[in-house]
């Protein structure tokens, strides 16, 4: 059975960073693309960023570009999540996802109905 589980949220000032990690287990790590999306308030849950296992290439959303960076290590079948400059709007629970189906279409890992593996979420806040 497939499990991801996040860890490393918590409170932070603006300009600040942070850093998440996902850990995956069931199936070997190169076969999953796993992604970030996050939450806030009253929004829907939206796609932040991606990184397929097999190759290490890397999606992310335009808002934050130049500040979070993405990156997995193979060893420890765990994702990285390293948020720069963070700004109060950046506040949000992060969820990983994971998915073992490699879609042709990299829009399609932007979706979170592609992903079917789920983790618990964990709360960024940052302060203005």
């Known amino acids: 059975q497939v499990r991801v589980a996040e860890s490393g949220g918590g409170l932070v000032q603006a300009g600040g960073s942070l850093r998440l990690s996902c850990a995956a287990s069931g199936r070997a790590f190169n076969s999953y693309t796993m992604a970030w999306f996050r939450q806030a308030p009253g929004k829907e849950r939206e796609f932040v960023t991606a990184?397929?296992?097999?190759?290490?290439?890397?999606l992310s959303t335009d808002s934050v570009k130049g500040r979070f960076t993405i990156s997995g290590d193979n060893a420890k079948s765990t994702v990285y999540l390293q948020m720069n400059s963070l700004k109060p709007e950046d506040t949000a629970v992060y969820y990983c996802?994971?998915?073992?189906?490699?879609?042709?279409?990299?829009?399609?890992?932007?979706?979170?109905?592609?992903?079917?593996?789920w983790g618990q979420g964990t709360q960024v806040t940052v302060s203005s």
């Open positions: 990184f397929r296992s097999n190759g290490g290439s890397t």
């Open positions: 996802a994971a998915t073992t189906i490699s879609y042709s279409n990299n829009y399609y890992f932007t979706q979170t109905w592609a992903y079917d593996y």
